[in-house]
């Protein structure tokens, strides 16, 4: 229990369904705010109004994890969000109440430090963890057979230009604010967009990455793709003054 203290839930509902149904993931980094993708604020027939923390299994009460269940005051997309090519897929989420920290209730750091906002981290092999579809189901699709429990898998990152290799034949474009990481059958799946790729320093753990999107569910020669959290240190800091 509280192995990633700081993994959110992102929960959705509508009119049909009073909800939630889990679909994205997050990660606390700060007593007020969650760090996700865009597109997870984004869903075309679905409002996300709800985070979940310090949970392990989503559908167990029995499992040893005390969740708390926070409301969303509002969800802050980055402004040069562009979803048909997924670029700068950041997003933050204001929560109504301060979250109260607890030994499986803890915030991620932000990689602020100089040495780290200039590291690529490629060769790096950190962790991604979240609830996430275990199989694919349909591309840059927000649901999918979600695990309920929380799973983690480490995954080396690659470098853009590789990516960019494999990529291209799909028409993609990779930026560099954006990172890639996975090899076959290794991979963050669907479900666990907006999740955070999370890099021990010492000891601490940073977010680097936000799972963004990937062609396959660990396809082989096809990276996930993840926003690049280095380029958004800034932005992440004058957003939430």
């Given at each position: 229990?509280?192995?990633?203290?700081?993994?959110?839930?992102?929960?959705?509902?509508?009119?049909?369904?009073?909800?939630?149904?889990?679909?994205?993931?997050?990660?606390?980094?700060?007593?007020?705010?969650?760090?996700?993708?865009?597109?997870?604020?984004?869903?075309?027939?679905?409002?996300?109004?709800?985070?979940?923390?310090?949970?392990?299994?989503?559908?167990?009460?029995?499992?040893?994890?005390?969740?708390?269940?926070?409301?969303?005051?509002?969800?802050?997309?980055?402004?040069?969000?562009?979803?048909?090519?997924?670029?700068?897929?950041?997003?933050?989420?204001?929560?109504?109440?301060?979250?109260?920290?607890?030994?499986?209730?803890?915030?991620?750091?932000?990689?602020?430090?100089?040495?780290?906002r200039s590291n690529k981290f490629?060769?790096?092999?950190?962790?991604?963890?979240?609830?996430?579809?275990?199989?694919?189901?349909?591309?840059?699709?927000?649901?999918?057979?979600?695990?309920?429990?929380?799973?983690?898998?480490?995954?080396?990152?690659?470098?853009?230009?590789?990516?960019?290799?494999?990529?291209?034949?799909?028409?993609?474009?990779?930026?560099?604010?954006?990172?890639?990481?996975?090899?076959?059958?290794?991979?963050?799946?669907?479900?666990?967009?907006?999740?955070?790729?999370?890099?021990?320093?010492?000891?601490?753990?940073?977010?680097?990455?936000?799972?963004?999107?990937?062609?396959?569910?660990?396809?082989?020669?096809?990276?996930?793709?993840?926003?690049?959290?280095?380029?958004?240190?800034?932005?992440?800091?004058?957003?939430?003054?």
């Amino acid at each position: 229990v509280g192995a990633w203290p700081w993994i959110a839930a992102l929960g959705y509902r509508s009119s049909s369904r009073p909800g939630p149904l889990w679909l994205c993931g997050g990660a606390l980094i700060s007593d007020k705010y969650i760090l996700t993708a865009a597109h997870c604020t984004k869903h075309p027939t679905l409002t996300l109004y709800l985070v979940r923390l310090g949970d392990l299994d989503l559908n167990r009460t029995d499992d040893g994890a005390t969740p708390v269940d926070v409301q969303i005051e509002r969800a802050i997309p980055h402004p040069q969000y562009n979803p048909s090519k997924y670029t700068d897929d950041v997003a933050l989420l204001l929560l109504k109440e301060t979250v109260k920290f607890s030994k499986f209730i803890q915030p991620i750091c932000v990689p602020k430090l100089p040495t780290l906002r200039s590291n690529k981290f490629v060769k790096y092999s950190p962790f991604v963890a979240g609830w996430g579809s275990i199989s694919f189901s349909e591309y840059r699709k927000m649901e999918g057979p979600s695990s309920t429990a929380l799973m983690e898998v480490q995954i080396p990152i690659v470098d853009n230009v590789q990516c960019n290799n494999s990529y291209w034949t799909k028409g993609t474009q990779i930026v560099p604010r954006q990172l890639c990481a996975g090899r076959s059958g290794k991979d963050a799946c669907q479900g666990d967009s907006g999740g955070p790729m999370m890099l021990p320093q010492g000891p601490a753990y940073y977010i680097i990455g936000v799972v963004s999107y990937g062609f396959r569910c660990a396809e082989a020669g096809f990276p996930g793709i993840y926003s690049r959290v280095t380029e958004y240190t800034d932005w992440i800091a004058n957003t939430m003054t």
